[in-house]
């Protein structure tokens, strides 16, 4: 910590920023991967295993594979044999309202499952379709979809017309069970080929339960009544076995059927095992009784779920468990699946992640407080982060109160229409009917089809739009079990769902004409409903009617209208935060307004001024304010003009490159290194032009050219050094940038057309030279005279080539080090090499290029024809071949005679032909 001009500094803001940056960053993009997968955010942390959730389905298929349907019939398992779990699929109940019904896999571990989308607000099937998966459990394509939304009179309930799904060499089997008809559906895995019959068994009301196809004219089924029926080579179907479960004595229910080879196996929903029916036509256990009789101890209910085999190898649902039998072992999973690890290790990346944005945001709060606190902020600012959380935390504990106070008013609302619905059902039902139900065969009887009748007609058979969302039954019992014997969604008669232990208190309830209502929450959703008793002529009790209604509807509602009343509360939040920021803002906007002036002149507009006229403390402030800043500003303004001139002595880049901010930083023997392209040029016959010329006319002159050369050389980022009467001096930090300032000055100064207008004289003639090398800038003199100069050999090299194109008659020449740092792609300008040369006054010889767009058209044509042949004497003069050189600059000067240059190298040739031991370069004595 240290003590600063204005006040105390703790810390950097540089890292502060930099911090809050880094913890953002990591908050969003992290928030963002938690918001696609937030449904793993509600498992357990590093979830390893997963448990049952009332399982619905088991099989185990050609594939080695187990597969559960659970969780309310949303999700799918697919787990080998010893509990470890390949994958799941899982569609969300609020959101897509899909279920998964029954399922057959091949043995390439593909899977078909029969899926059905039900409507959110009724308690109507949508659509069912059979849906093909691979063997990871990624979604393939679907083989059948039936869409009911343009059939409201034959849509069915949420009870599935699918079911009974099989595989067996290559080929999928299963069938659509409705009122009067059947329909067998053959799927063809190999060649994609779906084929249908249709089959009549000539019972109506929805009589064939299950379905075992061999194919289409060998297959068997169950009827709702307890009998199994087989038809043989598409022969009528046939009685095998016939079963009568009762009310008193019990018995077999067969339900779900299979094909084990010419065997057919079916569960019985009284017992919950599996039978055999051999030869005999009688049933015989498939596996042990005492299988299920650890379960049966712990309550568990028999399954009502299909079971799945093949070969020896059986798995089904008891209760809440899992099982499977695989010829030698009886194996449960009530819980614990073991989970693949790479979902598992996705599972833990994506909790981790959420920890990590969790912690980066309330990093990031912590550190804009600190900040806030640490730094100068507006109190515009602090007011407004103080007012904000304030807000939004008091709507919505007032929105979350309303909100909750609305959806108790809804319920009670629903308890009530169903209380009123399930009292007038009680006084149209009679008990008297129910009390006749005693037997799976009653299922066609008269008593039976009134039940049906009357309850379909309290519900309007979910038809009507007010009762769509309903659901009803009628079951038979007091105290013990209670059976379903009628329901809207057409079940067997007679299913046993569950133990009802009636106490002394609650029959009485009954007795007394009371209604039972409440909700119960399932795996599938949460559902309201109403049980009423139905008494006999007698006054006894025979049986309960119970509706309800599906609150899947109402969640979504909820969901939807919480999402509406969060925005209205944003807007509303929003609306009152502009009200307190306005308020807030008459208040501090005058500070605020000194405070943004105040910077402005800081910034350097000094003009800006306070305007306030109200006669209070405020304004005497403003006015005293803007008498200083009108004072200020005059000031600035002078010292600013003086600034500007003194800079225009000592180049801005000079500057920059010895890295001072402004003038006044500059020192003597402040100095630096650097590459530069040197460009030299000067005003050929300069004294005999001044001669002719008045002073004034001279500088003008002079002017006109240099005012022609200072912007090419800035447009090609470069800078003047200095000026030396006739000449000048500029640097560039790329060769290519100064070569194309030296042509364009040379063509602007001498060929241009308007060249004379320019410049104020006719015939002005430059020259221009450059070299490339290091050199170094620095400040030069004495403590109260400072000058910026250039000091290397260097310069003297750039300045000797200059004067070299007097000699040679050239307008622009650079040296072989400008040349090579020029890239091959940017050399689009005309050039010859006219050899190593040694300069007065330099030790350091040194290739020259002569650049011919620096001269007139048609000098420069004569120049181009001649090139390969005069640098061809060139190289031969270097290489000592003075003869073939001398024949080839003889050559040059018989195709264009004003050639100076070459008229230079053929006396220099002739010379050595005369003394060979003088050096092989061209040497130019004069300056």
Not at 10 to 37: D, E, H, P, Q
Not at 412 to 420: A, D, G, N, V
Not at 456 to 468: C, H, L, P, Q, S
Request: charged share 25%; net charge neutral; aromatic share 12%.
């Amino acid at each position: 910590m240290k003590q600063g001009g204005g006040g105390i500094i703790m810390g950097s803001k540089r890292s502060y920023v930099i911090w809050f940056i880094i913890c953002t960053v990591i908050c969003v993009s992290t928030a963002l991967v938690c918001v696609f997968n937030w449904k793993l955010l509600k498992r357990p942390v590093f979830q390893k295993t997963i448990e049952l959730e009332s399982p619905r389905l088991a099989k185990y298929q050609a594939d080695g594979n187990i597969y559960i349907i659970d969780a309310g019939l949303y999700r799918l398992i697919c787990m080998a044999p010893d509990g470890k779990t390949k994958w799941t699929v899982t569609t969300e109940r609020l959101e897509q309202y899909v279920k998964f019904i029954d399922l057959a896999a091949d043995e390439r571990g593909n899977v078909y499952v029969c899926c059905k989308e039900f409507e959110g607000d009724a308690y109507l099937t949508k659509r069912d379709f059979i849906r093909q998966y691979d063997s990871r459990g990624k979604f393939v394509r679907d083989i059948l979809v039936v869409d009911y939304t343009d059939d409201s009179e034959d849509r069915p309930h949420v009870f599935p017309q699918f079911s009974s799904f099989n595989y067996d060499n290559g080929v999928l089997s299963f069938i659509r069970t409705m009122e009067s008809k059947v329909i067998l559906y053959r799927f063809d895995t190999f060649r994609n080929a779906l084929d249908q019959k249709v089959f009549y068994p000539g019972m109506g009301g929805y009589a064939v339960a299950r379905v075992a196809m061999k194919d289409f004219n060998n297959f068997a089924y169950t009827t709702r009544s307890g009998d199994i029926y087989e038809v043989v080579d598409g022969a009528p179907s046939a009685l095998r076995v016939s079963f009568n479960w009762t009310e008193k004595d019990g018995g077999i229910m067969p339900w779900f059927l299979h094909y084990e080879g010419d065997s057919l196996i079916f569960w019985d929903m009284a017992s919950g095992q599996l039978f055999r029916i051999n030869s005999n036509n009688q049933p015989v256990p498939v596996l042990p009784a005492d299988f299920f009789e650890s379960l049966s101890s712990k309550g568990q209910a028999p399954g009502y779920a299909v079971f799945g085999s093949y070969g020896d190898y059986y798995a089904g649902v008891f209760g809440d468990y899992a099982w499977f039998y695989n010829a030698k072992e009886f194996v449960t999973w009530p819980k614990g699946l073991e989970l693949p690890p790479r979902e598992r290790i996705f599972i833990a990346t994506v909790q981790v992640l959420f920890a990590a944005a969790a912690i980066s945001f309330f990093v990031s709060c912590f550190i804009l407080v600190v900040f806030m606190f640490d730094r100068y902020v507006s109190l515009f600012v602090k007011q407004t982060v103080i007012i904000i959380p304030i807000v939004i935390i008091g709507f919505f504990v007032l929105y979350r109160t309303t909100f909750d106070a609305m959806s108790e008013r809804i319920k009670t609302q629903i308890f009530h229409e169903l209380s009123m619905v399930a009292n007038l059902a009680a006084k149209q039902i009679s008990g008297d009917d129910l009390e006749e139900l005693t037997s799976t065969k009653d299922y066609q009887s008269d008593a039976y089809k009134k039940l049906s009748t009357a309850m379909k007609d309290i519900v309007a058979d979910n038809k009507e739009v007010w009762g769509r969302s309903f659901y009803a039954g009628i079951m038979k019992g007091v105290r013990a079990w209670r059976w379903i014997c009628v329901s809207d969604d057409e079940f067997n008669l007679f299913r046993p769902t569950a133990v009802v232990n009636l106490s002394d208190e609650e029959l009485d309830f009954y007795n007394a004409g009371g209604i039972d209502s409440g909700i119960a929450e399932t795996n599938e959703g949460l559902w309201a409903y109403a049980s009423n008793a139905l008494f006999k002529s007698d006054g006894e009790i025979a049986g309960f009617f119970e509706i309800g209604i599906d609150l899947n509807g109402y969640e979504k509602s909820n969901i939807e209208q919480s999402r509406k009343t969060v925005i209205i509360a944003a807007l509303v939040c929003v609306v009152i935060l502009l009200v307190l920021i306005v308020i807030l803002a008459m208040i501090i906007r005058q500070l605020s307004t000194v405070a943004s002036v105040l910077k402005r002149i800081g910034s350097g507009d000094y003009s800006a001024r306070v305007h306030y006229k109200a006669r209070d403390e405020l304004g005497t402030v403003s006015y005293g304010f803007n008498s200083m800043a009108a004072e200020l500003e005059k000031q600035i303004g002078h010292i600013t003009e003086i600034n500007a001139s003194t800079v225009r002595f000592v180049p801005v880049q000079f500057m920059e490159y010895l890295k001072v901010p402004d003038i006044t930083q500059l020192k003597l023997g402040a100095s630096v290194q650097h590459n530069f392209t040197i460009l030299f040029f000067d005003i050929r016959s300069f004294s005999i032009h001044s001669e002719l010329m008045s002073v004034s006319e001279t500088f003008k002159f002079i002017n006109n050219i240099l005012g022609v050369s200072g912007p090419v050389i800035r447009k090609y980022n470069g800078f003047v050094d200095k000026y030396m009467g006739d000449a000048a001096m500029a640097l560039f930090p790329f060769a290519v940038d100064a070569v194309k300032a030296g042509i364009e000055i040379y063509q602007e100064v001498v060929l241009s057309a308007n060249a004379k207008v320019k410049m104020g004289l006719d015939g002005v003639n430059i020259g221009v030279g450059l070299h490339t090398g290091p050199v170094y800038l620095g400040i030069i003199g004495e403590n109260e005279r400072l000058s910026g100069s250039v000091i290397s050999n260097n310069v003297n090299l750039a300045s000797r080539i200059e004067s070299l194109t007097k000699q040679v008659k050239s307008g622009m020449l650079i040296t072989s080090a400008t040349f090579n740092r020029i890239p091959d792609e940017e050399r689009n300008f005309s050039y010859r090499f006219i050899g190593m040369i040694k300069v007065a006054g330099v030790n350091e010889i040194t290739g020259v290029f002569d650049i011919l767009d620096a001269l007139p058209k048609k000098v420069r044509q004569r120049r181009l024809k001649t090139k390969l042949v005069f640098e061809s004497g060139v190289r031969l003069y270097h290489t000592k071949n003075y003869k073939k050189a001398e024949a080839r600059f003889i050559k040059t000067l018989e195709a264009d005679p004003d050639d100076l240059c070459a008229s230079i190298c053929l006396e220099e040739t002739r010379a050595r032909i005369k003394n060979p031991d003088l050096p092989s370069v061209f040497v130019f004595d004069r300056k």
